[in-house]
Structures are given as structure tokens and as C-alpha cells.
């Protein structure tokens, strides 16, 4: 992914990232029931989200819908992870 794309992600798009990294540490997939449990959304914007990620190469799914975050995927969720943790950190001292 280039840098330019990477810019691009939306603040809805960077949550679902995160969301399937916290499911995904042991390196298995998560289903998109899971993910819409999680984030509170219907299943079909899941849907609609998955294609958005796959497309710019961060996912990727197999052939039992379980999704997977991509090596660029991995990288990108661990970046957002540590900012979004400085963050915390800055706002609430944790």
C-alpha cells in the first residue's frame, strides 16, 4: 500500500482494523458476525467494509469467511494500535 492510500483510511475503516487486530493476535481469522457484534453495526456495512479493506490490501478472507488482516494489515493495525495508546495514555494517564 502506498503512503498516499494509507492516508485515506477513514476513522471508520482504522476501527474495523483495530477491531479484527484484537481478535486476530494468535494469528486466526475472525468472522464478520463477530466484527459487527463488536462494533455494533449490521452485518451487510461489515460486508461493505471487508471489500473497502480488501481492495486497498489489507484483508483478506478464506474460503470459511473467517477474515484475516494482510502483512500491510498487520502493520497498519500496529501503527494505529500505538498511537491510539499514546493517546490514552496522554489523555488519561493509563
Do not use: W
Not at 18 to 47: E, T, W, Y
Not at 86 to 93: A, D, I
Amino acid at each position: 500500500m502506498k503512503a498516499q492510500e494509507t492516508a485515506s483510511l477513514s476513522a471508520s475503516a482504522i476501527r474495523y482494523l483495530l477491531v479484527i487486530h484484537s481478535f486476530s493476535i494468535d494469528g486466526g481469522g475472525v468472522r464478520s458476525a463477530v466484527i459487527a457484534d463488536r462494533i455494533g453495526v449490521s452485518r451487510p456495512s461489515v460486508h461493505k467494509m471487508m471489500e473497502s479493506l480488501g481492495k486497498a490490501g489489507l484483508i483478506h478472507k478464506n474460503g470459511y469467511g473467517a477474515v484475516f488482516l494482510t502483512e500491510e494489515g498487520e502493520r497498519m493495525a500496529g501503527l494505529y494500535e500505538n498511537c491510539y495508546t499514546r493517546l490514552k495514555v496522554c489523555r488519561y494517564g493509563r
